[in-house]
């Protein structure tokens, strides 16, 4: 009980944590809910065709919108565990510049790798790209929690593509997508953290 009160009390409550993450939130919200009183929704979500056709803003809008409430709240639920677990590597508003690169990384990967996905909406590959961020940031502090969070989500990711029936709902490629921008941007933050260290260490 003693560790759960010392663990709450150092997460890093800020305007500057909170409010990307609430933001994202209510996004999400507003266009799920504004699209099912109107026919909206249609015109955000990813759509091969449309986008072939000059729609390329759906590349961004396919992976902020739902198609249903569970998938909807679990993405929301799964992404505020993951500002629990990672949000300090993400400490300033600046470092949420990096989400598109994770929503279109996803829905790109779709795009290229799987042709025969005609619609498709949702955050999860995005936020497969969060978790993958925060676990490699937690493997360069040697926080092997973080390490193994990110093995599962590979594993996971491997037997799904592997052993799961393609008629499944599970978008594979997108999750992919994520995973690979995740990790791509973890690797270049450290890069960038590192020469601001030199950086420091040169002027003093």
């Not at 993951?82 to 590597?89: P, Y």
């Not at 940031?137 to 989500?153: E, K, M, N, Q, V």
């Amino acid at each position: 009980m003693i560790k759960w009160r010392q663990w709450w009390v150092n997460l890093p409550f800020s305007k500057a944590t909170l409010i990307p993450i609430s933001v994202l939130s209510l996004v999400m919200l507003i266009l799920y809910y504004s699209g099912q009183w109107t026919a909206s929704l249609d015109e955000w979500v990813y759509h091969r065709t449309s986008i072939l056709a000059g729609e390329s803003w759906r590349l961004l809008t396919g992976a902020l919108v739902h198609h249903d409430q569970p998938h909807l709240w679990l993405n929301i639920l799964g992404l505020w565990l993951w500002w629990l677990l990672f949000i300090e590597h993400l400490p300033s508003w600046r470092d949420w510049l990096w989400l598109p690169v994770l929503l279109v990384s996803s829905t790109l990967a779709m795009f290229w790798l799987d042709p025969q996905t005609q619609i498709y909406a949702g955050f999860s590959g995005a936020l497969y790209g969060l978790y993958a961020w925060g676990a490699v940031a937690d493997t360069f502090l040697r926080r092997w929690s973080g390490t193994a969070i990110g093995i599962g989500l590979l594993v996971k990711c491997t037997y799904d593509t592997l052993y799961l029936p393609s008629t499944t709902d599970i978008a594979f490629m997108a999750h992919w997508g994520g995973i690979v921008a995740g990790i791509a941007i973890a690797l270049l933050h450290q890069r960038l953290l590192r020469q601001k260290r030199h950086s420091a260490g040169q002027s003093r």
